[in-house]
């Protein structure tokens, strides 16, 4: 035996390929739009986090060339030693500002903000507590910290509760998604802080999928909530909304200087490139200067959220620009992806490990760039093999 052995024991993509049931790593080869073309073909791009359609924004594309003909094309070193730029110290402050907090940390990726946020955080005897449809890296980070992970049923705050009275008077930290990114709900925030308060817990919330969408500036399910001042961490990313790569951490001054020194994800690793700090910060300027955008997106959300329903589809409990179609099993959700790309419609579909056997699902989500007339034309899809697959 090696090592080595379970890599030619996994058959499972092989297989799938082998059916022409393989949905990932598609080829794309343009703009990440509201159409795009994919493996050669033109196709209308319904499973994007461009949630405000910056990535092609001219401006956006402007700031990135022009601080890579200032500052070239990466910084060669991490943000510890020799790895920070000014503009990362004005991006920082960019984001403190529209998160309500006193300071911000950029890290190189969302993934890493979350792994290196709680790692640091949580140490020996502490616990960390996460709702059971956290992101990966949310999980990931609880791993690798040393202190113990205790999980609760997804929005479910008398099993949160639950969980809090077990340890009761010991060191915790909540964590949990702004908005979560399959099932598209909105975490209960005011409950969770509520709780939090009572039983002498932290909490973090995780924007990734919230950041440009919730909130009267987009900050996030914090602002949208009311809840900035008492949530400990707001972690956000740079690829969804805004339009680039990499993550953050804002918090106090206190906590920041803190995750300087101890966040092994930030200081062992390379810092943010110019090109996607510039990128960030001018997506941020267009979010502030075109609030339009915001609303645009709602506007497409509550659309297609009204005509799926209509159609008969289950969408769960999403009231948020990710719009899950459930469809229950693997092979239904790979057939519904199937045909749905021969009519030129790009969707995602989940299956398991990301959610329960039993309950796949198809991934939507809309941009605040979707015309009326795109919207319909999927929805004429949908409808159409909704039917042939008589899942409507």
């Known amino acids: 035996m090696s090592i080595l052995d379970k890599c030619s024991q996994f058959q499972d993509a092989k297989r799938a390929i082998a059916m022409g049931y393989y949905p990932y790593f598609r080829e794309i080869s343009s703009e990440q739009d509201t159409e795009v073309i994919c493996n050669g073909q033109k196709m209308l791009m319904m499973g994007s986090n461009s949630y405000l ?11 990135s060339i022009k601080a890579i003909e200032k500052y070239g094309s990466g910084c060669a070193g991490s943000r510890f030693l020799n790895g920070t730029l000014d503009i990362h110290i004005e991006l920082e402050a960019a984001l403190a500002k529209l998160c309500g907090k006193e300071s911000a940390l950029a890290y190189p990726t969302g993934y890493q903000s979350n792994v290196g946020c709680i790692s640091a955080i949580v140490g020996k005897h502490e616990y960390v507590i996460t709702d ?14 040393e202190g113990t992970m205790l999980r609760y049923n997804h929005n479910d705050m008398n099993d949160l509760e639950r969980v809090l009275q077990k340890i009761e008077g010991k060191n915790s930290m909540i964590v949990v998604d702004g908005i979560f990114s399959m099932e598209g709900d909105i975490a209960k925030l005011p409950e969770i802080c509520d709780l939090a ?34 949530t400990a961490f707001i972690m ?12 953050f951490i804002a ?15 930030l200081i062992f690793s390379a810092s943010l ?3 996607s700090t510039a990128s960030v910060l001018e997506a941020l300027k267009i979010m502030e200067e075109e609030p339009e955008r915001i609303a645009k997106l709602w506007e497409n959300t509550h659309y297609m959220l009204q005509e799926f329903n209509a159609m008969g589809y289950n969408t769960g ?8 179609l459930h469809v229950g099993s693997m092979m239904v959700a790979f057939a519904m992806w199937k045909r749905l790309g021969e009519e030129g419609v790009f969707i995602n579909p989940v299956i398991p490990p990301a959610v329960p056997p039993s309950q796949c699902l198809i991934r939507t989500s809309f ?7 795109q919207l319909d034309f999927a929805l004429d899809k949908f409808r159409m093999i909704g039917k042939e697959l008589k899942l409507i």
């Open 251 to 265: 918090a106090d001054e206190e906590l920041i200087h803190y995750l300087k020194h101890k966040s092994r994800a």
């Open 132 to 145: 059971k449809y956290d992101h990966a890296s949310i999980i990931d980070g609880c791993k690798l910290s």
């Open 197 to 230: 308060e009572r039983y002498g817990s932290t909490v973090m919330v995780d924007e990734a999928h919230s950041l440009g969408v919730l909130g009267k500036t987009g900050a996030g399910a914090a602002e949208h909530f009311g809840l900035v001042d008492k």
């Open 236 to 247: 956000g990313t740079f690829s969804k909304s805004l339009a680039s790569v990499g993550g």
């Open 273 to 275: 490139p110019p090109a």
């Open 53 to 63: 359609g910056l990535t092609t924004h001219p401006r956006v594309k402007e700031a």
């Open 367 to 373: 941009m605040a760039t979707h015309t009326r007339e």
């Open 317 to 324: 409990d999403s009231n948020t620009p990710v719009i899950p």
